[in-house]
T-cell receptor, first 116, second 109 residues
Framework: DTGVSQDPRHKITKRGQNVTFRCDPI?????LYWYRQTLGQGPEFLTY????????KSRLLSDRFSAERPKGSFSTLEIQRTEQGDSAMYLC??????????????FGAGSRLTVL | GQSLEQPSEVTAVEGAIVQINCTYQ??????LSWYQQHDGGAPTFLSY????GLEETGRFSSFLSRSDSYGYLLLQELQMKDSASYFC??????????FGQGTELSVKP
C-alpha cells in the first residue's frame, strides 16, 4: 500500500469555477476525513465518512462544499463557485475507525487550492 | 463543542527538553493525540493518551490529566529535525478528530 493519495496536488482556478479533489485512502481503513488547513493554522475539520456513510459535516461549511465516498473506497470533495477565501490546503486522512487506532490518522500530502 | 489551546511558538536549544502544553474544553472525548507537521509536509501521528498519565515513545512523552483538562507533549534530547509544528487533537464521542491551532517549535544550535 502506498498510503493516502490525493489528486491533484495543486489546483489554480478562477473565482466562480468548480473544483473537485480526489482522495484514495489506505485500503483497509474504513474511516476517511477531509480537513482544510491555512498557513499557521491547525487542520480544520470539514467532514468524515465511515465506509460510504457521511457521518458529520462541519456546520461552518457552506453548501458550496460537498463530499462523497460512493463505494466506501475513494472520496471526492467538490467546491462549487469557488471564492478567494477557499484558497487553502485540503487534506485527506484515513484511519481504522475503531478503538485506539481511531486516533491514528494517516494523512495524504494534500491538494493545494489557489483561487484567483 | 470542543476547543483546544496551545502556545503558538516555543524555542529551545539542541539537546534540551521542551514541553508543549495543551488545554481543552469538551463535553466528552475518548483521548488526546499529538501530531507533528514539518513545513510543507503532512501531519504525522506521534502519541495518544486514552487514560490519565504519561505515555512514553522514545524521546517523546505525552501526558493527560482529564480532571485538569490538560495535556502536554515532552520532547527530550532535542534535535534540529524536531523543528516543526505540533498539534494536540481530541477524538470526540462522535468519532471526529479536532485539532488545536498548533505550536511551532524552533530548535536552535
Amino acid at each position: 500500500d502506498t498510503g493516502v493519495s490525493q489528486d491533484p496536488r495543486h489546483k489554480i482556478t478562477k473565482r466562480g469555477q468548480n473544483v473537485t479533489f480526489r482522495c484514495d485512502p489506505i485500503s483497509e481503513h474504513n474511516r476517511l476525513y477531509w480537513y482544510r488547513q491555512t498557513l499557521g493554522q491547525g487542520p480544520e475539520f470539514l467532514t468524515y465518512f465511515q465506509n460510504e456513510a457521511q457521518l458529520e459535516k462541519s456546520r461552518l461549511l457552506s453548501d458550496r462544499f460537498s463530499a462523497e465516498r460512493p463505494k466506501g473506497s475513494f472520496s471526492t470533495l467538490e467546491i462549487q463557485r469557488t471564492e478567494q477565501g477557499d484558497s487553502a490546503m485540503y487534506l485527506c486522512a484515513s484511519s481504522i475507525g475503531t478503538g485506539v487506532l481511531a486516533n491514528v490518522l494517516t494523512f495524504g500530502a494534500g491538494s493545494r487550492l489557489t483561487v484567483l | 463543542g470542543q476547543s483546544l489551546e496551545q502556545p503558538s511558538e516555543v524555542t529551545a536549544v539542541e539537546g534540551a527538553i521542551v514541553q508543549i502544553n495543551c488545554t481543552y474544553q469538551t463535553s466528552g472525548f475518548y483521548g488526546l493525540s499529538w501530531y507533528q507537521q514539518h513545513d510543507g509536509g503532512a501531519p504525522t501521528f506521534l502519541s495518544y493518551n486514552g487514560l490519565d498519565g504519561l505515555e512514553e515513545t522514545g524521546r517523546f512523552s505525552s501526558f493527560l490529566s482529564r480532571s485538569d483538562s490538560y495535556g502536554y507533549l515532552l520532547l527530550q534530547e532535542l534535535q534540529m529535525k524536531d523543528s516543526a509544528s505540533y498539534f494536540c487533537a481530541l477524538l470526540g464521542q462522535g468519532g471526529k478528530l479536532i485539532f488545536g491551532q498548533g505550536t511551532e517549535l524552533s530548535v536552535k544550535p
